[in-house]
C-alpha cells in the first residue's frame, strides 16, 4: 500500500513536472507569422514517450488547464479566451499527440530508435493536423478573416513544420537513451496507473 502512495506521487509529480516544462517550452520561440516556432512540442515528444500515454496526456491537460484557469503559461498568454486563439488547436493536438505517442512506446517491449521517431513523427502529425483545422475554422469563423486553405497550409504547416521536425528527431535521440535509463522506474509508475 505505501509503495502504491509512493508511486502515485511519483507519477503526479511527473505529470506537474512535463506541464511545467511545455510552459517553459512556450517562452523560448522564434516569431513566425501567425503560429510561432517553440519548444512546446519537445516537451509533447518527452512527455508521451516518457511517462505512457496516460501520464503523457495528464500532463498536457494540466498545462491546457492552468493556461485556461488564467495562468499566463501559453505562447500569448493565457485564459479562457484563448481558445478563440487562432493557435489554440496545436495546445488541443498535444494532449491527443501525447497519448498516442505514448501507446505506441508502450506497445514495445524494448523500444529502439526506430520506434521513437515513428511515434514521435506520428505525434507532430496529430498535433499539425488539429493545428491547422483549428486554424482554418478560426481564422474564417471566429476572427472573421478571410483565410483560404493554401495560406492555412502555408501558415500553419510550412513555415512552422521544419523546426519541429528538427524537435522530432532530436527528441527521438535523447528519449531512447534517457527511456533506458528511466526504464525500471517508468515501468513501476505505468504499472500503478493502469492498477
Known amino acids: 500500500m505505501i509503495t ?31 503560429v510561432p516556432f517553440t519548444l512546446q512540442i519537445l516537451f509533447v515528444y518527452f512527455a508521451g514517450s516518457l511517462l505512457g500515454c496516460r501520464l503523457g496526456a495528464a500532463s498536457q491537460l494540466v498545462y491546457l488547464a492552468v493556461g485556461l484557469a488564467g495562468v499566463p ?5 493565457g485564459g479562457v479566451g484563448y481558445i478563440l486563439k487562432p493557435t489554440f488547436g496545436y495546445l488541443l493536438g498535444f494532449v491527443l499527440a501525447a497519448y498516442a505517442i505514448g501507446r505506441l512506446i508502450e ?35 471566429i476572427a472573421g478573416t478571410a483565410f483560404s486553405l493554401w495560406n492555412t497550409f502555408l501558415y500553419g504547416f510550412l513555415l512552422a513544420v521544419p523546426g519541429d ?28 496507473v493502469k492498477a
Open 73 to 77: 503559461v501559453f505562447t500569448e498568454g
Open 107 to 141: 506497445k514495445k517491449e524494448n523500444p529502439q530508435l526506430r520506434d521513437f521517431t515513428i511515434a514521435h513523427f506520428f505525434g507532430l502529425f496529430i498535433v499539425y493536423v488539429c493545428g491547422t483545422l483549428y486554424l482554418y475554422i478560426a481564422m474564417n469563423f
Open 165 to 192: 521536425i528538427v524537435l522530432c528527431i532530436a527528441a527521438s535521440v535523447i528519449g531512447v537513451k534517457v527511456f533506458k535509463q528511466i526504464s525500471p522506474l517508468r515501468r513501476r509508475i505505468v504499472k500503478d
Open 4 to 34: 502504491k502512495r509512493r508511486m502515485s506521487t511519483a507519477g503526479l509529480t511527473l505529470v506537474a513536472m512535463f506541464s511545467a516544462l511545455t510552459a517553459l517550452g512556450a517562452f523560448i520561440r522564434i516569431p513566425v507569422p501567425v
